[in-house]
């Protein structure tokens, strides 16, 4: 396996398909649209609108590159399309990349579940992809713990700084969850920029925006969510409400997102979830109802069997390799707790033995009886 990039069998991928199934659901019904686009993008797309920090992440092909959200994509297909009326409500699934050491629950290949509305100025939509991401989570066994701030009110604290200073600002106090306040301000002090714009931040609460922007004030009581003054997010498209969304209890963020412009689009806002960290947090129980037969020189038979199982809705699979019944019931222990043994004797009396690959017990019933109460046996 290369490091940082997951792979997922058997019950590990039904686990991951359980979770995009989920969200996937609940954003077709707000009425969302999908949208698959290529992983590759215009390399100087990507770099124009990735930010300073993203930019050493791409990972580059000559004039292309991998993209590294659903964002940029989306906003490019949309000036593609201007017959689409607005706003495109939309949402994509699908791996992004970025160049970056791999850490715990950090991945340089990892699936994003993003949901966007594009041309859309209101404080509805800010509230309704905020109740979607709600949604998923409790539906996934979770509860969501959001954060919100503002970049209006952001980029007036740092007024006076100029764009390169104001950057680097946001980018290093946008880690303090990460590395903590004292490595922020050894940040800050190194790029000799001064403490009081980390003071204000720090000193500030809800009722402080309103001193430096009654635009952000206005949107960040109306969303109603916990507010942290030092949230700020990286990527530089963001122009208003931004969010960070975690697992109540759990200090790690499993997706966030805002409001943006990008290119001719002006009015945009979107979240993004993060799948492969979800997928380390839920606890999952496999769903499928699966067995194993194995037989003894009566192939037919227990294909006639297999193939009536799985009109009833079991998975089923069936030995089709020339080994002995002990192999059968070696490969079966590694996959299944029951198997289904049929040889002549089943054959002739129209039954099957049962077998319990945990606990080594079997017994034998009628075919009649496991074709009418299949579900008894295997649960």
């Not at 496999?286 to 193939?307: L, R």
Request: some cysteine.
């Amino acid at each position: 396996m290369i490091g940082g990039v997951r792979e997922y069998f058997d019950k590990d991928y039904r686990k991951l398909k359980y979770i995009l199934d989920t969200i996937e659901k609940i954003y077709a019904s707000y009425g969302y649209r999908p949208l698959e686009t290529s992983v590759f993008e215009d390399l100087n797309v990507l770099l124009k609108k990735g930010g300073e920090e993203i930019r050493e992440q791409i990972f580059r092909f000559d004039r292309i590159g991998l993209r590294f959200d659903h964002t940029v994509p989306l906003i490019r297909f949309a000036e593609e399309h201007k017959e689409l009326p607005r706003p495109i409500k939309r949402y994509s699934i699908g791996k992004v990349y970025r160049n970056e050491d791999p850490q715990r629950m950090r991945y340089i290949e990892f699936i994003q579940a993003d949901i966007d509305v594009v041309g859309s100025s209101s404080i509805y939509s800010t509230l309704e992809i905020l109740e979607i991401a709600e949604l998923v989570l409790s539906s996934l066994g979770l509860s969501a713990q959001i954060e919100v701030n503002d970049r209006r009110f952001l980029d007036s604290v740092v007024a006076d700084l100029d764009d390169d200073q104001k950057s680097f600002l946001f980018r290093t106090v946008d880690k303090i969850g990460r590395f903590g306040e004292r490595w922020v301000r050894e940040q800050i002090e190194r790029k000799g920029i001064g403490m009081k714009y980390l003071d204000i931040l720090l000193r500030s609460d809800v009722e402080t925006v309103k001193d430096y922007s009654k635009e952000a004030y206005n949107t960040l009581i109306r969303i109603g969510r916990k507010f942290n003054p030092t949230l700020v997010r990286g990527l530089d498209y963001y122009t208003g409400e931004i969010f960070e969304i975690s697992i109540a209890g759990i200090n790690v963020s499993v997706g966030g997102g805002g409001r943006y412009s990008m290119f001719s689009e002006k009015h945009n806002v979107g979240i993004s979830l993060g799948v492969s960290r979800l997928y380390d947090l839920i606890d999952y129980k496999d769903q499928i109802n699966s067995v194993f037969i194995a037989w003894i020189d009566e192939f037919e038979y227990a294909d006639s069997i297999a193939k009536e199982l799985r009109k009833r809705g079991l998975a089923v699979e069936i030995n089709t390799e020339d080994r002995s019944l002990r192999k059968q019931l070696e490969y079966a222990s590694k996959y299944y707790g029951k198997c289904i043994i049929v040889g002549r004797k089943e054959k002739e009396e129209q039954s099957v033995v049962i077998r319990d690959l945990k606990k080594g017990e079997q017994n034998t019933i009628s075919l009649k009886e496991l074709l009418e109460n299949y579900s008894k046996y295997f649960d």
